[in-house]
């Protein structure tokens, strides 16, 4: 968890969403280390390619089972059907898009760090 940014540019950076948590799908970072995992299979030798596969499937399956964990999590501390408004504090995460802290409530000090890859309501959440 993230605790929420301060400084004057912080204010001037935040975005005021409304119930967008439960749209959650696999995180960029995720999806940039695999890409890495498979440039790096590349330049190894043939002998340890099954080897590196193997532990890439298993990898995978991790993952997936953590998606599906997140989306439950996310979906469960949804409030009511009522109209919510979430405070979103933005912070720049290079190549791989925006972090957004998200208080709920917004008086809260409790936040949960997304990342944006396409913009709402795709919201990645980050690891």
């Known amino acids: 968890d993230l605790t929420a940014l301060q400084g004057p540019w912080a204010e001037s950076y935040s975005l005021w969403v409304a119930g967008l948590a439960d749209n959650v799908h696999a995180p960029l970072w995720e ?7 498979q440039q790096q299979q590349q330049q190894q030798p ?47 995460l290079g190549p791989l898009g925006l972090v957004l802290t998200s208080k709920v409530p917004p008086t809260s000090h409790r936040c949960t760090s997304y990342v944006i890859a396409r913009g709402p309501p795709w919201i990645h959440e980050a690891a």
């Open 46 to 92: 043939q002998q340890r390619q099954q080897q590196q596969e193997q532990q890439q499937q298993e990898q995978q399956q991790q993952q997936e089972q953590q998606q599906q964990q997140q989306q439950q999590l996310a979906t469960s501390e949804l409030p009511d059907a009522r109209p919510t408004v979430r405070a979103w504090c933005v912070q720049v």
């Open 31 to 37: 999806q940039h280390q695999q890409q890495q995992q």
